[in-house]
Structures are given as structure tokens and as C-alpha cells.
């Protein structure tokens, strides 16, 4: 893993973060830093702790550890916490007897950092209008309207569980190009976990990998592009001497090998096919292989 | 209190049709029962007959009064399944992490909860309630008018009565709510962790109590133990014989709304209210830990 401790105080920080449920434990003892203005992916299997671990961040559930969000124990002070953090955990958590103005009305007085006429602003352009009910919107309608809700909170943390779950393409990319080109700025930090890791690749600054309650990598983009290399070998002579080399994983796609290596010198895989940076979800396969889902250990 | 303000009223928003659209149709219905009632002739027997003649101003007092018992028990019903409905509200309508993530506690939105079920939303049934008057005294009336047993001189007897019975009304539904404030609070605080349950289950909490108090202290059965007499004594309105009312209704003096809130202030038991106050911000805190720990996302 990538030490990500930079002198700069980080927006989030955990040490020694465990969390049971009924005696089974989800989360073994999670160490991260997210420092500010970075762009995080947090990704994992179903079941893997990624809501449970936000859930930690966010003050909804009470950990063993030590978890900071802006110096304070979310826990413990979720309220005043929540400021300065915006979250969308579920799309369809917005309150549906409510009108989209009455709403806007409403979080004027209950949230101090919330800018109506921002909120009016994102929805320019969409068929939300203001006397609109929420429960007569669709999904996609819905997620739009969560989103400019969240953008229009002057928040340092936001953060994002399955925000576009459920959505079609459309909306999806919608969503995250508003939110990068409406909301992020150097000051404010993202964190974001979705199953369509190569949507959200292209904006990611870093990424966290977790399986089965443990963090199996944590780095920067740069750092992982640097790191992992996939090499296509046709071969079998080939192949043989390239899996000597011990990549972490291998397939056969298309008639194909697919192999990827970690911490391998590109020059030393260089003669033996075509080599290129693999993509999130090809790492997220590689490194996500569980031996109770796959009898078979991961090549 | 700017976001506490808020959050009673989003409770109102969330509830207005039991508290504003509901009781509005039913004086929609009432009056337009009424005028039906007076359009084929049935309304001459109960208003314009021998009734009007016999104590004119009497019946303008007692039947708004009756208007007034009416919305009481309308509203003891709705608050009763609001704070059964309401207080679980974000969890079944999957907006618990919704509010969970504005900067207020959970304490504080319980609160707000409460605080709705003793003002705005009995305001506005009392707002109707004040309505309903109005309409009753309307075509009461009108109804004098046309038979002749009214006038106009009868407009400011007519209004002064309406005011007192107002004010009465008013008086009442504040002394119940402080009164019943604590069972309120108990229901509440048991519909955020139990959901909707919690109306048969504050409904047996009593004799569960009265039970265990009886096993563990003995006497002849549960319902001669003293959970069950307090309980008793707590569940009673304390506007009992020979107090003013009765008075009034014996006499042939006008109602007063002084005399009327004077005697009911007198009656009520203002220790046993504040023990009640204190045992419901009690309930709510357990309900707010309990809020606070739960699992949001389930």
C-alpha cells in the first residue's frame, strides 16, 4: 500500500477500525488516511464492509478504533459533523411527502450551509420543478434532485454509496460529469463506492480496495498505473516463462491469456506480449478473488 | 431553533391530512349534512323547534361544546396513531438516512416530533374545530332567522358564547395535552424502535406492568395493584363530578370560559404533569439513543 500520510491534516483518518455484527466481524482493523481534495473510490464486493465502513465515517454505527472525520469523532458528534459532510447513502432516501420547493424551504432552515438558489440552479436544465411531489419523480429524477441537494450544501466531505444505483447510463454519466464539473474544487473531497468501477475511473484520484472487512489496496491512480501491468500473451512457451514471474492473476479471454502483475518491471514482461495499464475493474477481478467464492486460488 | 421550527413543520407537511385535509372533509360533510338536513325539513325538529324556543342561547352552548368533545376525541385518536405512525415514519419510509445526514441529533428531531403532536398539528385541528363552529352558528342562526325565533340582537350573545366556548375548548386541549404528555412520549419513544407496533403493545404495556407488579409484590389480582391504580388515576382527565361544569349545566347561568378554566387549572395535578413532562423527554432520549445506534441502512 501507498503511504498517503502527507503533512497535510487529513479530511478523514482511521486507526484500528473493527466493527461486529453478532459476534461475526466486518470490519478487521482498518488503518486509511484520506487526505483533502482527493477524488476516492471505495470498492468492493457486496458484504465486503464498504457501507458498514462509511457508515463509520458518517457517524451512523459505532466502531471499535479510532475514526476522525475533520478532527471529530463521528459518533459521537454526527451532528455538527454533518456541516461540514454531505452524503447520499441511498437515492431513494429523500423524504417523498415532501414537495422539491418544500424541501429546499425546509433544509434553508435546518441546514447552515445550504444555498437554495444553488439547489435551484443545478435543477436549471431538468424536468424537476419546484411544485413537483418527490414521490411522482422518477429514479433518475430523484437521483438528479439528491444530487443538487447535496451540491448546493457547502460541504468538505461528500460522500457517495451506490449513488446512481439502479440508473440507466444516461443518468449516470450525467450525474458524475455535473458533479465534477459543478462541485469538486481543491478544498472539498469525494469518496465514492459503486459496483460500476469504470464509470468512475476516469475521475478518480485514488482508490481503496476492500475485501472481507480488509483494506487490500490503497493508492494513488498514478501509483496504480505505475504499479500493475497487464500483459496479453498468445504463446504457450510464452506464457509459461511470463507466469514464472508470478502475476497476481490470469485468465483466458477470447482464446487469449490475460495476465497481471504487480511490481513487475514492464521491460522484463515486454518480450513476452502486449503490455498496458489494466483497467480498474480488470485490478478489481485480480485482486478480488475470494477463496470462498473461487475454490481455486487466484492465479 | 430555526432548523427545530423547520422540523416541526416538515411533521406537519408529512401529517396534514390527518390533522387539516381529514377533519376539513368532515366538516365539509357535517355541513353539508346540516344544510341537507334543513333543505328537506328534518333540521326544524332538532333546531327550530320547541329546543330554540325553550333556551335559545343554552343550545348555541351546548352544542358546540358537544362540537368541541367531538374534536377532542378525534384528536386523542389521531395524535394517539401519529406518535405510533410518526415517530417511525423515517424508518419506513427509508428517509431515516436522509435526515440522518442534516446536522441536527436525533434527539433533536424526536423532540421536534413531539413537539408537533402538542401544538401545531392539535392547533390546526383546533383551527377546524373553531370552523365547524362558525358553520353550526351560522345555520343555527339562519335557521332562528327564518322560523323567527331569532334576531339580530342575539349576534353579540351569540359571539360572546362562541368566544367563551372557544376559549374553553382552547383550555382543554391544552390541560390534555400536558396531561397526557407522558403517554404521548411512551408511544412515541416505542414506535421508533418497534415501528407501528407499538399501538397494541403501549395498549397491553399497562397490564404487563400491573402484571409484573403483581407476581413480584403479590395482592388479589393485577388490577388491584398500584401500577394499575396510577395508571388509573394518570389515564383519567381530571375534569370530574361536581366541578364547574356540572354546576353549569344544573344552573341557568351562562357558560363562562373563566370560571370554566379556573376550575379545570385547579383540578389538575401540576406535579404529577411535570413528573410527566420530565418521564417524557426521558422516553425520548432512550428513543433517540436507540434512533442513534440502529442500523440506518436496514
Known amino acids: 500500500m501507498t503511504d498517503l500520510s502527507a503533512s497535510v491534516e487529513p479530511i478523514v483518518s482511521a486507526r484500528g477500525l473493527r466493527k461486529k455484527f453478532g459476534g461475526k466481524e466486518i470490519l478487521h482493523g482498518l488503518d486509511f488516511d484520506i487526505p483533502p481534495g482527493r477524488i476516492y473510490g471505495l470498492i468492493g464486493h457486496n458484504g465486503a464492509g464498504k457501507t458498514t465502513t462509511l457508515n463509520a465515517m458518517l457517524g451512523l454505527t459505532n466502531c471499535e478504533g479510532t475514526i476522525r472525520v475533520l478532527g471529530e469523532d463521528p459518533f459521537a458528534r454526527r451532528a455538527k459533523l454533518m456541516e461540514n459532510v454531505a452524503f447520499i447513502s441511498d437515492v431513494a432516501s429523500l423524504p417523498r411527502f415532501l414537495r422539491v420547493r418544500e424541501l429546499f424551504a425546509l433544509l434553508s432552515n435546518i441546514h447552515p450551509n445550504f444555498s437554495q438558489a444553488k439547489a435551484q440552479s443545478f435543477l436549471t436544465g431538468t424536468d424537476i420543478k419546484p411544485d413537483m411531489k418527490i414521490k411522482t419523480l422518477s429514479k433518475g429524477m430523484i437521483a438528479q434532485l439528491h444530487l443538487a441537494v447535496v451540491m448546493a450544501i457547502d460541504a468538505k466531505l461528500l460522500v457517495l454509496d451506490e449513488p446512481t444505483l439502479g440508473l440507466d447510463i444516461t443518468y449516470r454519466k450525467r450525474f458524475y460529469r455535473r458533479l465534477l464539473e459543478d462541485y469538486m474544487t481543491e478544498e472539498r473531497t469525494l469518496l465514492i463506492t459503486t459496483h460500476q468501477v469504470d464509470e468512475i475511473e476516469f475521475m478518480l484520484s485514488d482508490i481503496m480496495f476492500i475485501r472481507d472487512g480488509e483494506l487490500i489496496l490503497h493508492m494513488q491512480m498514478e501509483t496504480v498505473n505505475d504499479k500493475f501491468t497487464q500483459l496479453v500473451v498468445n504463446d504457450p512457451g510464452l506464457q509459461a516463462q511470463a507466469r514464472a514471474l508470478g502475476p497476481v492473476y490470469e485468465e483466458t479471454r477470447f482464446g487469449q491469456t490475460v495476465m497481471i502483475f504487480d511490481g513487475v518491471d514492464r521491460a522484463e514482461l515486454e518480450p513476452y506480449g502486449t503490455l498496458s495499464t489494466p483497467t480498474l475493474s480488470d485490478l478489481f477481478v485480480a485482486l478480488m478473488q475470494r477463496p470462498t467464492a473461487n475454490p481455486e486460488p487466484a492465479q | ?298
Open chain 2, 1 to 298: 431553533m430555526k432548523a427545530f421550527i423547520a422540523l416541526v413543520r416538515r411533521e406537519f407537511i408529512e401529517h396534514k391530512g390527518a390533522f387539516l385535509y381529514g377533519p376539513l372533509l368532515l366538516v365539509v360533510l357535517l355541513f353539508g349534512a346540516t344544510i341537507l338536513a334543513f333543505t328537506v325539513g328534518r333540521v326544524d325538529a332538532r333546531f327550530s323547534g320547541a329546543m330554540f324556543t325553550i333556551a335559545p342561547l343554552r343550545i348555541y352552548e351546548l352544542s358546540f361544546l358537544g362540537f368541541g368533545i367531538a374534536w377532542s376525541l378525534y384528536l386523542i385518536a389521531t395524535l394517539f396513531f401519529y406518535c405510533a405512525d410518526g415517530f417511525a415514519a423515517d424508518k419506513r419510509n427509508n428517509s431515516m438516512l436522509f435526515w440522518k445526514s442534516m446536522p441536527v441529533t436525533d434527539f433533536k428531531v424526536l423532540l421536534s416530533k413531539l413537539a408537533a403532536a402538542i401544538t401545531i398539528l392539535p392547533g390546526t385541528v383546533y383551527g377546524v374545530a373553531l370552523l365547524s363552529g362558525l358553520l353550526l352558528y351560522g345555520v343555527a342562526f339562519v335557521t332562528t332567522m327564518i322560523n323567527g325565533t331569532g334576531s339580530f340582537a342575539a349576534l353579540g350573545s351569540i359571539a360572546a358564547i362562541y368566544g367563551h366556548v372557544a376559549l374553553a375548548i382552547l383550555v382543554t386541549m391544552i390541560c390534555g395535552l400536558l396531561w397526557y404528555l407522558p403517554f404521548m412520549a411512551l408511544v412515541g419513544a416505542l414506535a421508533t424502535a418497534i415501528g407501528r407496533w407499538a399501538i397494541p403493545v403501549s395498549l397491553l404495556l399497562p397490564s404487563i406492568v400491573a402484571m409484573l407488579e403483581w407476581v413480584t409484590m403479590g395482592g388479589l389480582h393485577p388490577f388491584t395493584t398500584h401500577t394499575w391504580d396510577y395508571l388509573g388515576y394518570r389515564t383519567t382527565f381530571p375534569l370530574t363530578e361536581d366541578g364547574y361544569i356540572d354546576v353549569w349545566f344544573l344552573g341557568k347561568e351562562p357558560f363562562s370560559a373563566i370560571s370554566y378554566a379556573t376550575d379545570l387549572i385547579a383540578r389538575m395535578d401540576w406535579a404529577q404533569v411535570g413528573i410527566g413532562a420530565a418521564f417524557a423527554l426521558a422516553c425520548l432520549y432512550v428513543a433517540s439513543e436507540y434512533r442513534r445506534r440502529s442500523n440506518a441502512n436496514g
